[in-house]
């Protein structure tokens, strides 16, 4: 548990005032309003719940737990780019708003269909069956949920959060890849620059040129290949990667889960940058773009690999919509419900 100097706990060990993630920070405060939630329907029963109640308000306490630790746990890099402390608190938070829902008393029972029911719009296909049935009964019902509709209901809620779950994984899986995409693009760009300082004649001569057969050739710093000649480039095409990614964040949503998609989206363009810049330069010095077999002199070589540097965002554009699609398929309280597709007979 976190030290007692920078938290505050209550009789439920429920955390407050403790400076971590936003995501703690809204689990903590779920758990403790599902803790909160639990308790008043016990003080509503002051002879005690029945025996099949008394187990299921227990299985809601063990949730909650380890709603509690999951999200409490000391994080390392493994644990966050599995996704499993988050995925363990947010499973643990909804199988107990289901079971709550069990236990909520008669009276207190109409008023919570509309709740579901928006659960299942976000989450659940508009074919649903469960959907469609508990959207049918409450509106003939006035919207009220009632004791004969409970297990729909539940099963409903729970299969919309299970739904849930499914995109926030499709969310981290993406974050995942886009991880290792921009850790393998960065270790290869480092083993060119490596390579350069090491053997200079065999890799950044493909960067130099010769336009004249009589004058000695023009690299990117001065006329001898040398490993400085290689990162200039790589640098110049990362700088321009990181102008363009500026430039581009008019286009990038932000997202309320756990996971950093949109910034992985802005890093993976710094090393394609300079990846970019460097085959760019080898494409021109191999003849493959006609009229460009060679460059002039050095401020020509550089312009040219900022050019590379800036186009690589016609590729990682279309890795930003991928990643847009993900973020929209991760629907949350705050996003509008699943839009129903009209026919073709009630289109103007």
């Given at each position: 548990m976190p030290s007692a100097s920078n938290t505050v706990l209550d009789a439920d060990n429920d955390v407050a005032g403790y400076g971590r993630s936003s995501w703690w920070q809204r689990a903590v405060a779920h758990i403790a309003e599902l803790q909160c939630q639990l308790?008043?329907?016990?003080?509503?029963?002051?002879?005690?719940?029945?025996?099949?109640?008394?187990?299921?308000?227990?299985?809601?306490?063990?949730?909650?737990?380890?709603?509690?630790?999951?999200?409490?746990?000391?994080?390392?890099?493994?644990?966050?780019?599995?996704?499993?402390?988050?995925?363990?608190?947010?499973?643990?938070?909804?199988?107990?708003?289901?079971?709550?829902?069990?236990?909520?008393?008669?009276?207190?029972?109409?008023?919570?269909?509309?709740?579901?029911?928006?659960?299942?719009?976000?989450?659940?296909?508009?074919?649903?069956?469960?959907?469609?049935?508990?959207?049918?009964?409450?509106?003939?019902?006035?919207?009220?949920?009632?004791?004969?509709?409970?297990?729909?209901?539940?099963?409903?809620?729970?299969?919309?959060?299970?739904?849930?779950?499914?995109?926030?994984?499709?969310?981290?899986?993406?974050?995942?890849?886009?991880?290792?995409?921009?850790?393998?693009?960065?270790?290869?760009?480092?083993?060119?620059?490596?390579?350069?300082f090491l053997s200079p004649s065999s890799i950044v001569s493909n960067i130099c040129f010769t336009p004249d057969p009589t004058k000695p050739q023009v690299c990117p710093i001065g006329s001898t290949e040398t490993g400085q000649d290689m990162l200039i480039v790589m640098a110049f095409g990362s700088a321009a990667a990181a102008f363009a990614a500026a430039v581009s964040l008019k286009g990038i949503q932000g997202t309320s889960t756990p996971y950093s998609v949109p910034l992985m989206l802005v890093l993976l363009r710094i090393p394609v940058g300079a990846l970019a810049a460097l085959m760019g330069l080898v494409l021109i010095h191999g003849g493959f773009i006609p009229g460009l077999s060679n460059l002039d002199s050095a401020p020509q070589i550089v312009a040219w690999a900022i050019l590379f540097g800036i186009l690589q965002e016609s590729v990682t554009r279309l890795v930003d919509r991928q990643g847009k699609d993900v973020l929209n398929n991760v629907r949350g309280a705050e996003r509008e419900f699943q839009k129903v597709s009209r026919k073709k007979s009630d289109a103007p």
């Open positions: 308790n008043r329907i016990k003080s509503l029963n002051p002879k005690g719940l029945a025996p099949h109640e008394e187990e299921i308000a227990a299985k809601i306490e063990t949730h909650l737990n380890a709603a509690r630790q999951a999200a409490d746990r000391k994080k390392n890099p493994w644990s966050m780019i599995s996704g499993a402390d988050i995925d363990r608190a947010f499973a643990n938070i909804h199988r107990a708003e289901t079971k709550i829902l069990r236990l909520t008393p008669k009276a207190e029972l109409g008023e919570l269909g509309p709740l579901v029911l928006a659960n299942a719009r976000q989450h659940l296909g508009e074919e649903d069956p469960r959907r469609i049935k508990l959207e049918k009964e409450l509106r003939s019902n006035g919207h009220r949920l009632t004791e004969e509709m409970r297990e729909l209901a539940v099963t409903t809620l729970l299969a919309a959060q299970t739904a849930e779950e499914k995109e926030r994984a499709r969310a981290r899986s993406f974050r995942n890849i886009l991880l290792v995409s921009v850790m393998a693009t960065t270790v290869i760009a480092g083993v060119f620059i490596l390579w350069a």
